[in-house]
């Protein structure tokens, strides 16, 4: 289910991990591993990879898993756990984090990324080094980022991001993105699930003349995911009508950022949602719904998984926590870092999307972390049209959660390893090597302290960008501890990564979302009555 990523590297590609190479590393924390020098840090050349002990022993923590909590050690050796149980006795070899009173869970799985990605005229800024740095910081220990295809071309786009992987310093998998459709795309659906681990694909309903695909496109995707075995994704607004809702903005001489929030309002969001999951029935597939930002979008998946439709909702934790009332403000660039989409609603579709994911109606919480600076953001400081969309979210997800969810008394503990990560690895069909404390499970873990304090600021994260959506958000719940793949790579507030050192975690196709759909398409067909048998008259 898995393979590092084996090339030659080129000089140019050489080049490129050299000034990549970062670790961060304390005095403080030189007992858990390999200490460097004072002074390095991103873009200079590191001191040694972020290897530190095999054997890791987590001491007296509450560990928990998506349905059970208990007060045990964890035993880690050579990337797997080997022991989850009460009072493990190890030797001297082995590096000793004691988690008592503090929660020892599965790191966060985040199911929506984009490192590297170019739009809009320009690339993120956060690629598979920085980004993947920033979410290990944040508690994050894997990640699936979308791949987009090279002129409609899956094995371009494929190839394409597996070399801008090669930085990565943590877990990582593949979604794609399908933008045309024809009979080499279709046959390229089979390779990306058969050969390259792909389980999932994207449809994007907006951005009209870029990568927007229409239903009769959409229905032929389906039908495609459904005889694979993959996930069929929608990015849900109508494209159509986004469009003439800008064009009607700028008609009414509304050019600012709070003109991309006017023109793709909740109701565009609602509608594609409906569109997107009568096609998915029609089809009878499973369907994945992106980025839930609205109520309208929201009580569209409510009522087709009430109907016993297998829909699954992800809202994002820009639109758990923020409301859209920074993008009127008169500063541009502090309104245009808001912008995305579909866009942050109103104030009261945070709460009711919070609402939604606490008792079971969205399942998992994402961060579309599509990171563009101040600079980049001006692209569109005449025309909302052309700012970049997207906002941060990957290193401050497990944090934000955590303190409007749990803290508020929201969900439990459990429900928010089920939200964070478990339900991720199970619906990409990865767990329980991923999303679990198992005996047998990759060490991806955290450290969490529930009694200890965050406060989110461009000053101190670890991305590249110059702002952040979240700035000044404060809360309890803090990730003090992350263990990727049985390395610590966070721990007294530094980071231990470098790149090369992440790999890439093949999806098989068949996720439990498909069990028994045959079944159904079987009762379906004897249900139709038909062909019916009629004489022909003769006379």
């Not at 840090?41 to 290897?51: D, I, K, L, R």
């Not at 953001?377 to 497990?398: C, H, T």
């Amino acid at each position: 289910m898995e393979s590092r990523l084996a090339v030659n590297l080129s000089p140019a590609l050489l080049l490129l991990l050299l000034l990549h190479l970062s670790i961060f590393v304390s005095p403080a924390a030189s007992e858990f591993g390999q200490s460097c020098d004072a002074g390095v840090g991103y873009g200079e050349p590191a001191c040694g990879a972020s290897e530190g002990s095999s054997k890791i022993l987590i001491k007296g923590g509450t560990v928990v898993n998506a349905h059970h909590q208990e007060v045990a050690d964890v035993y880690v050796e050579d990337g797997k756990i080997v022991a989850v149980k009460p009072n493990i006795k190890v030797g001297d070899d082995v590096t000793v984090l004691d988690a008592t009173g503090k929660y020892v869970m599965p790191g966060g799985i985040d199911p929506h990324t984009h490192l590297a990605f170019e739009f809009m005229g320009t690339q993120t800024l956060d690629d598979f080094f920085t980004g993947q740095a920033a979410a290990l910081a944040g508690g994050t220990t894997m990640h699936i980022d979308f791949v987009i295809p090279v002129k409609g071309s899956l094995i371009a786009g494929i190839e394409a991001y597996e070399k801008k992987a090669m930085i990565s310093c943590m877990d990582y998998g593949f979604h794609m993105a399908i933008t045309k459709w024809d009979d080499d795309v279709s046959r390229e659906m089979e390779v990306m699930v058969n050969e390259k681990g792909i389980n999932s694909f994207k449809f994007f309903m907006a951005y009209k003349g870029a990568l927007m695909i229409n239903d009769e496109l959409l229905l032929q995707g389906f039908k495609r995911c459904k005889s694979l075995g993959a996930l069929a994704m929608v990015h849900a607004e109508n494209g159509d009508a986004v469009v003439e809702g800008q064009n009607r903005m700028i008609e009414l001489g509304i050019t600012g950022p709070e003109g991309h929030a006017l023109s793709r309002p909740a109701v565009l969001e609602g509608e594609a949602t409906a569109r997107a999951i009568r096609l998915a029935a029609f089809v009878n597939t499973p369907l994945y719904v992106v980025h839930v930002m609205s109520i309208d979008a929201m009580e569209e998946i409510a009522k087709a998984r009430q109907s016993g439709q297998r829909v699954i909702g992800e809202p994002v934790v820009a639109g758990l926590v923020l409301d859209d009332s920074k993008l009127w403000d008169p500063d541009f660039i502090t309104a245009a870092k808001y912008v995305m989409s579909p866009p942050i609603r109103a104030a009261g579709h945070d709460k009711a999307l919070q609402a939604a994911l606490s008792t079971g109606i969205l399942q998992l919480v994402g961060t579309d972390h599509c990171a563009f600076n101040s600079t980049q953001k001006s692209l569109g400081i005449d025309d909302f049209r052309n700012i970049p969309n997207g906002v941060n979210g990957i290193e401050e997800r497990m944090h934000l959660v955590w303190d409007t969810m749990v803290e508020s008394g929201k969900i439990s503990v459990s429900d928010y390893v089920q939200i964070t990560s478990t339900e991720c690895a199970r619906i990409f069909n990865i767990y329980p090597r991923k999303g679990a404390i198992f005996v047998g499970s990759d060490a991806d873990i955290i450290i969490l302290n529930p009694n200890s304090s965050f406060e989110i600021s461009a000053r101190s994260h670890h991305s590249r960008l110059d702002t952040n959506v979240f700035e000044g958000k404060r809360g309890k719940g803090k990730v003090e501890v992350t263990i990727a793949g049985g390395r610590i790579v966070w721990i007294n507030g530094e980071l231990k990564v470098a790149p090369g050192s992440g790999k890439y975690v093949k999806m098989p196709p068949f996720s439990y979302l498909f069990q028994g759909m045959d079944k159904a398409d079987a009762a379906h067909l004897s249900s139709l009555r038909a062909p019916v048998k009629r004489q022909i008259s003769t006379a």
